[in-house]
C-alpha cells in the first residue's frame, strides 16, 4: 500500500509550512544515508561482536581459566541482559535532553564500553568477570536504542523501514566475522602469558575503544542542530518531518506512556509483514523439535531451519522498530518507546540462556518447545492489538463525523497497522 509523505494525520500548518519548502534543494536523502547508517550500523555491529566473544572465548577455555562453576557461564549471559533491559528506556530520556549532543553520548559510552571489554581478558576471578559482564549491560544498552532512536529523528515514516532494516543488517555481520576473528586471534595463546581466550576480549575491545572516537566525530547531531546539511536542507528537512509527524515536543508528561509502549507503527501495512516473520520462525522452530524428537532431519534441513529464524527474526526486528516508532509523537514518546521495543525484545535473552540445558543436548527439546511458544504467544498478541488498534481508529473516526473530535495531534490520532 503506497504510503503519502503529508498523510491524513497531518495538521494544516504542517502541511502548508511542508508546501513552502517542498522544492528539495538537493538529494541531500542520499547524504544523510551515508553519513548515519554506516557509523551507526558498524556500532551494531561491534556491539554484537562485543556481545558474542564470550561464547568464542568459552572455546577457547574461559570457563577453565577462572574455574568457574557448572551454572557459571549461564549466568554471565544473563547478568549482562539484567542492566541491559532496565537502562535503555533512561538512557534515551537522557539522550533527549535539549544539551545533549548524540555524538558525545554514544562516543563516551562506547569508550567506557571498550575498556570493560577488554579488562574481561584481564580479570583474574570469576567474581571479576561477573562484575564486567553487569557492567558492560549497562554501558552498551546506550547504544542500540540510542542509534535507531538517531536514526528515527531523520526520516519520515516512509522512509524509516528501509533504514532500520539497514541498519539491523549491520547486526548480522557480527555473529558472521566473530568466529573468524577469534579463530585467528586463538593463535596468539601464550603470547605476554596470556589464554587465547584472553586475546578475544583485549583485541576486540581495543577495536571499540577505537571505533568510539569514530562515533564521536562522525555522527551528527538531532536535526535541528545538524552541521551536515546546508541550511536549506536543513530547512526542507525539518520541514517535511513536520509535516510527516507534527511538531517533536519534548514533554515528558504527555507521554502516553502503556498504550506507546504497546503500539507498534505507523507506516502503512507493517502488521503483515510482522506476521510473515514469526510465521517463518515458527518454521524453524518446527524443524528443530521434529529433529528433538529424534525424528530423521537431515543436517541440511536443520541448518536450513537456523536461516529461517534468523532471516524471519530480522524482519520483525526492522518493522517493529519502525511499525511503533511512526506511531508515537513527539521526541519524549519516541525515546522511551524505541528504547523500550529494544529492550523487551532483549528480555528473551534471560529465557534463552536458562532452558537450553546441557544435559539435554544435542537435542534441547525443551529449549526448542520454549522457542515455539513464545513465538506462537508473539502472534496471537500482535494479531490482538492489531484489532485494538481497528477499534481505536473506528471511533476516532466516528467522533470526527460527528464532529466530536479534531484533526490528529500530539495527544489522539489515528493509528496504522
Not at 287 to 310: C, P
Amino acid at each position: 500500500m503506497a504510503e503519502k509523505i503529508v498523510p491524513e494525520t497531518t495538521s494544516k500548518s504542517s502541511i502548508e509550512e511542508y508546501g513552502e519548502a517542498t522544492a528539495q534543494p538537493s538529494n541531500y536523502l542520499a547524504k544523510l544515508d551515508l553519513r548515519l547508517i554506516p557509523i551507526l550500523g558498524v556500532t551494531y555491529t561491534i556491539l554484537f561482536l562485543d556481545r558474542t566473544n564470550i561464547a568464542n572465548a568459552r572455546i577457547e577455555g574461559l570457563e577453565a581459566g577462572l574455574n568457574m562453576p557448572s551454572n557459571g557461564y549461564a549466568t554471565c549471559l544473563w547478568i549482562f541482559y539484567i542492566p541491559f533491559v532496565l537502562v535503555e528506556v533512561p538512557s534515551n530520556m537522557i539522550m533527549s535532553l535539549p544539551r545533549v549532543r548524540p555524538n558525545i553520548f554514544l562516543g563516551i559510552n562506547m569508550l567506557i564500553l571498550g575498556v570493560l571489554s577488554t579488562c574481561q581478558g584481564l580479570t583474574a576471578s570469576y567474581g571479576g568477570m561477573l562484575a564486567l559482564r553487569f557492567l558492560i549491560g549497562i554501558f552498551e544498552a546506550t547504544l542500540p536504542a540510542g542509534a535507531a532512536y538517531l536514526i528515527c529523528e531523520y526520516y519520515t515514516r516512509k522512509e524509516a523501514s528501509l533504514r532500520f532494516a539497514m541498519f539491523f543488517t549491520f547486526g548480522v555481520l557480527g555473529p558472521c566475522i566473530s568466529g573468524l576473528l577469534a579463530y585467528g586471534i586463538r593463535n596468539m595463546n601464550g603470547i605476554q602469558g596470556k589464554e587465547g581466550w584472553r586475546w578475544i576480549f583485549i583485541l576486540e575491545g581495543i577495536f571499540t575503544i577505537i571505533m568510539s572516537f569514530l562515533v564521536c566525530i562522525l555522527v551528527p547531531d538531532f536535526p535541528e542542530r545538524t552541521t551536515i546539511l546546508s541550511s536549506a536542507e536543513k530547512a526542507h528537512l525539518l520541514a517535511k518531518l513536520r509535516a510527516d509527524k507534527g511538531d517533536q515536543k519534548l514533554s515528558i508528561k504527555s507521554v502516553n506512556w502503556l498504550l506507546a509502549c504497546w503500539v507498534s507503527g505507523r507506516v502503512g501495512w507493517r502488521f503483515p509483514f510482522v506476521l510473515m516473520g514469526i510465521l517463518i520462525v515458527m518454521c524453524g522452530w518446527i524443524i528443530q523439535i521434529a529433529y528433538s524428537e529424534k525424528l530423521a532431519v537431515a543436517i541440511g534441513l536443520r541448518y536450513f531451519s537456523l536461516f529461517l529464524m534468523s532471516a524471519g527474526t530480522f524482519l520483525q526486528m526492522a518493522m517493529t522498530t519502525a511499525w511503533m516508532t511512526n506511531n508515537l509523537r513527539g521526541r519524549a514518546s519516541i525515546a522511551v518507546g524505541t528504547a523500550m521495543i529494544l529492550g523487551l525484545g532483549n528480555c528473551a535473552n534471560f529465557i534463552a540462556s536458562n532452558v537450553f540445558f546441557t544435559t539435554e543436548r544435542p537435542y534441547y527439546p525443551t529449549g526448542f518447545r520454549t522457542g515455539l511458544g513464545i513465538t506462537m504467544a508473539g502472534a496471537i498478541i500482535c494479531i490482538t492489538y492489531v484489532g485494538v488498534l481497528v477499534v481505536h481508529n473506528k471511533k476516532l473516526d466516528k467522533k470526527r463525523r460527528e464532529g466530536k473530535a479534531s484533526e490528529d495531534d500530539q495527544v489522539e490520532y489515528r493509528y496504522q497497522y
